[in-house]
C-alpha cells in the first residue's frame, strides 16, 4: 500500500510476461504482444497477480479483433 497524506491507499500490481525459447520465431514485437496478452488475461482473472504468456492459450476475440485491427493497418 502508498502512504497519502497519511492515509493507506491499497495498491495491486498484475504483471504479463513472455519468453521466445529460441527455436521458435519472433522478435520485439511478438513478446511485447505476448506479455500484453498474459497482463490482460491476469486482470481478467483477478488482477494483483502475475502471468507467463503460455501459446497454448486459446486467442480471445478481444486479442485476434487487435491483430487483425493491426494488420489492416500495416
Do not use: C, M
Not at 511485447?32 to 503460455?54: H, I, P, T, W
Request: glycine letters at 8%.
Amino acid at each position: 500500500s502508498l502512504i497519502e497524506r497519511d492515509e493507506r491507499v491499497p495498491v495491486t500490481l498484475s504483471v504479463g510476461a513472455a519468453l521466445l525459447d529460441g527455436q521458435e520465431e519472433g522478435d520485439q514485437h511478438t513478446l511485447v504482444v505476448r506479455a500484453d496478452q498474459a497482463l490482460y488475461r491476469a486482470k481478467n482473472e483477478g488482477r494483483n497477480r502475475s502471468l507467463l504468456f503460455s501459446p497454448n492459450w486459446e486467442p480471445s476475440g478481444e486479442f485476434t479483433a487487435d491483430g487483425e485491427l493491426r494488420q489492416t493497418l500495416e
